[in-house]
């Protein structure tokens, strides 16, 4: 069965911390994403990467660091310089110029 | 960066009645694409437009991509309580193969 997986899908965390998010993805797709999106609002991108070992900076990438050593996993950490890190997080991966495949999310609450 | 405007920002209708969402673009865009996020879910992809002029239907959806291609629109036709949700244009600069710009999305709320 194919498709994006996250987890967790709720995810607590306490002032300080870091946290790691997990996606991974059995479809091949060289190219993933992480987005957050806040409560009513849109996508913004955090960071992408079209390869293995390569990613680039998205829009709010300050904050956020990421690693892309396998071709299946995109693996998010929301550090503590993240002043305001209480979102749902989207991952997402896709082919060429395709559409993107997104994974349920996680939703993250700093306590 | 490169930005979007949806309009609008919400949407009311009784069922039955249609609905619409507008996506503009200041610059020319290489393709767009339209996703749906339902309440509490993730975005899931509907349609992608990349021929000037281009209209494309799903049933009681119809999308359509402008001739200079800055701007697109979906219609729903005699909405129905499925499909209640949030509508997000997200188009392609021509310079990406990757990178989508995300619109800010309209939500679809249809009154009791």
């Known amino acids: 069965d194919g498709g994006i997986t996250q987890s967790p899908k709720y995810l607590f965390r306490k002032e300080g911390q870091n946290v790691t998010l997990s996606c991974e993805q059995n479809l091949n797709h060289d190219a993933m994403y992480w987005y957050r999106q806040d409560p009513g609002q849109g996508l913004r991108l955090i960071y992408y990467?079209?390869?293995?070992?390569?990613?680039q900076k998205g829009d709010i990438a300050e904050g956020y660091s990421v690693s892309r050593e396998k071709k299946e996993s995109f693996p998010l950490t929301v550090t503590s310089a993240q002043k305001n890190p209480t979102a749902f997080y989207l991952c997402?991966?896709?082919?060429?110029?395709?559409?993107?495949?997104f994974g349920p999310g996680t939703r993250l609450t700093v306590l | 960066g490169q930005q979007v405007m949806q309009i609008p920002q919400y949407q009311h209708v009784q069922e039955g009645e249609d609905f619409t969402t507008y996506c503009n673009s200041s610059?020319?865009?290489?393709?767009i694409q339209w996703y749906k996020q339902r309440p509490g879910g993730h975005p899931v992809f509907l349609i992608q437009l990349v021929k000037s002029g281009e209209v494309k239907k799903q049933k009681r959806l119809t999308f359509q991509f402008g001739e200079a291609k800055k701007n697109s629109s979906l219609h729903i036709t005699a909405t129905q309580t499925t499909d209640v949700g949030t509508y997000f244009c997200a188009p392609r600069p021509p310079d990406s193969n990757y990178q989508l710009i995300w619109g800010a999305g309209t939500k679809l709320i249809i009154k009791p």
């Open positions: 610059t020319t865009l290489s393709n």
């Open positions: 990467s079209q390869i293995v070992n390569d990613f």
């Open positions: 997402a991966s896709s082919p060429p110029s395709g559409q993107q495949f």
